[in-house]
């Protein structure tokens, strides 16, 4: 398994925007997809981005699409999640989680999560 730290989360207002970090604890991380789902107080945990460390290929909840943009550093073994035009109904705490030889990249499975972070939007 891998360690992984998120970091980046806090207050802010709607239409504000927030940078979360993942960092892994190690490398070789060719066929390993990386992802970040989040869960709201009384709610399951969902999908919300997954990037394939090999290839570069993207994808987002529907809910998030054109406003968040998720992606790596290779060198820094970093995934990071670009939240823009945040809306109270982001938030939540975020996981980031870590798998391999992963089809459906919204079900996983994924093997490692880190401790989340919260990021918690006014309106």
């Known amino acids: 398994q891998v360690q992984l730290v998120e970091s980046g989360g806090g207050l802010v207002q709607a239409g504000d925007s927030l940078r979360l970090s993942c960092a892994a604890s190690?490398?070789?991380?060719?066929?390993?997809?990386m992802a970040w789902f989040r869960q709201a107080p009384g709610t399951e945990r969902e999908f919300v981005a997954a990037?394939?460390?090999?290839?570069?290929?993207?994808y987002y909840a529907d809910s998030v699409k054109g406003r968040f943009t998720i992606s790596r550093d290779i060198a820094k073994i970093t995934v990071y999640l670009e939240m823009n035009k945040l809306k109270p109904e982001d938030t939540a705490v975020y996981y980031c989680?870590?798998?391999?030889?992963?089809?459906?990249?919204?079900?996983?499975?994924?093997?490692?999560w880190g401790q989340g972070t919260q990021v918690t939007v006014s309106s």
């Open positions: 989680a870590a798998g391999t030889n992963i089809g459906d990249v919204r079900q996983g499975p994924f093997g490692s």
């Open positions: 990037i394939r460390w090999s290839g570069d290929s993207t």
């Open positions: 190690r490398r070789t991380f060719g066929r390993y997809v």
